[in-house]
């Protein structure tokens, strides 16, 4: 796979946040060696969030998000600076330039860093300052930054940011894996994939081909079967898989065939941790006891594409929870970045495995439903519990099973 086919999701977000005309564009420009974002004196000229997927020298893959400025005015501006805010819900590293003064940008810090996202401060376009470093004292005595003076055009404090991008880094970039725990080199895995109307014709589910690639890199045995071709795929295996993981749509099928010995979860529960927090969405199976006839459901997805008449979201969970529930059941859906602010009026949150938000966004949903005391939980742990096999599906790391099965 090159760098250009990394998926942006598994990219490092970086945004550049600041005032009009601070010098955002040119700077990511500077920092790609390419010409990226448009430039213009004008400012505002960068009117809805940019993102460009690129790679960035001594890291690897990123995307680069170009904001518009924090101080736009007027009806249009307030749309603008509403869309740079929801830019921060994907930013794993804030880049914020000053335009020469450190004044006025408290509350935008503050914003930044109660987002607990890292904050590298930069002094743009220095070589036209008189006293660049005054700026730079100026911030450190404000926002306790340490700022960077760089300049776009004459290539100043460039390398120097470089090199603060990469060490900002979060951990999980380097670290975090899809299957965790449960599978090691030298460990045969069986994967049990149906191939429905969402599976794009000659080519896998992104979820599937990531998990086969981080098998294959941690040196697993690896068979992939659709449902239908299990019991054969079990019959040309010398000794049980170690793990299974399926589809989430296909739990009970799987759950009644597989060996005793071997191991079982699915893609969903596997990118419930990869992408969020999965002792929340096990907490949150908690909520699927309580639900009657009278509830109200939220169905989240990360993609936008159109339902399939299987769609499992639209169409599988929600027919599972009326059966067991009641047909009045209200079930509401949201798909890409829609997402309701106000989430009070639900009684439980059921998201996708996020296979096309980055981490960082899906931690923003679960924060917002945990703020508002909505429980949220995911589609694969979600099936597992209305299909009452949570408490024999395996599960990355140790994770208190507080949902279990709801029946």
Not at 2 to 27: C, Q, V, W, Y
Not at 104 to 116: G, S, T, V, W, Y
Not at 275 to 283: E, H, L
Not at 365 to 381: D, F, K, M, S
Request: charged fraction near 25%.
């Amino acid at each position: 796979m090159s760098m250009n086919d990394t998926p942006r999701s598994e990219r490092l977000h970086i945004g550049l946040f600041g005032r009009r005309n601070a010098g955002k564009s040119s700077l990511i420009n500077a920092l790609t060696g390419q010409e990226t974002a448009l430039v213009s004196d004008i400012p505002g000229t960068t009117t809805d969030p940019v993102y460009k997927a690129m790679e960035l020298h001594g890291f690897g893959p990123v995307v680069f998000i170009d904001t518009p400025g924090l101080d736009d005015e007027g009806e249009l501006g307030s749309l603008r600076v509403t869309r740079t805010m929801e830019a921060l819900d994907k930013t794993d590293i804030a880049i914020y330039v000053f335009d020469g003064e450190a004044e006025n940008e408290a509350r935008h810090i503050a914003e930044l860093l109660k987002r607990q996202i890292p904050v590298i401060a930069v002094v743009g376009k220095c070589d036209l300052l008189p006293d660049p470093g005054l700026v730079a004292a100026d911030i450190f005595r404000m926002y306790h930054l340490e700022a960077i003076t760089v300049s776009a055009d004459k290539g100043t404090g460039i390398e120097e940011l470089r090199n603060a991008v990469v060490r900002s880094a979060p951990e999980r970039f380097w670290e975090l894996s899809i299957t965790g725990d449960l599978a090691k080199a030298g460990d045969t895995v069986l994967l049990v994939m149906p191939q429905d109307r969402e599976a794009p014709k000659g080519r896998l589910i992104l979820p599937q081909a990531q998990t086969i690639r981080e098998l294959l890199d941690k040196n697993c045995v690896v068979t992939a079967c659709t449902p239908e071709g299990m019991d054969a795929a079990l019959s040309s295996l010398s000794s049980p898989p170690k793990l299974i993981i399926t589809d989430s749509q296909a739990f009970k099928t799987v759950f009644e065939k597989k060996p005793a010995e071997s191991l079982l979860t699915s893609f969903s529960i596997l990118f419930a941790a990869y992408k969020g927090d999965i002792r929340a969405f096990i907490n949150g199976a908690e909520a699927l006891k309580r639900l009657d006839s009278s509830s109200r459901v939220l169905i989240a997805e990360a993609c936008a594409h159109a339902p399939a008449e299987e769609d499992i979201g639209r169409v599988r969970i929600p027919a599972l929870l009326r059966k067991k529930f009641g047909e009045s059941l209200r079930v509401d859906f949201v798909r890409g970045r829609d997402f309701p602010e106000d989430l009070t009026g639900y009684d439980l949150i059921i998201h996708c495995g996020a296979c096309m938000f980055n981490r960082r966004q899906m931690m923003a949903r679960i924060a917002q439903a945990e703020h508002l005391g909505v429980p949220i939980c995911n589609y694969g742990i979600t099936l597992a519990c209305l299909n009452g096999i949570l408490d024999q599906v395996s599960l990355p790391g140790d994770v208190d099973r507080a949902g279990q099965d709801a029946g």
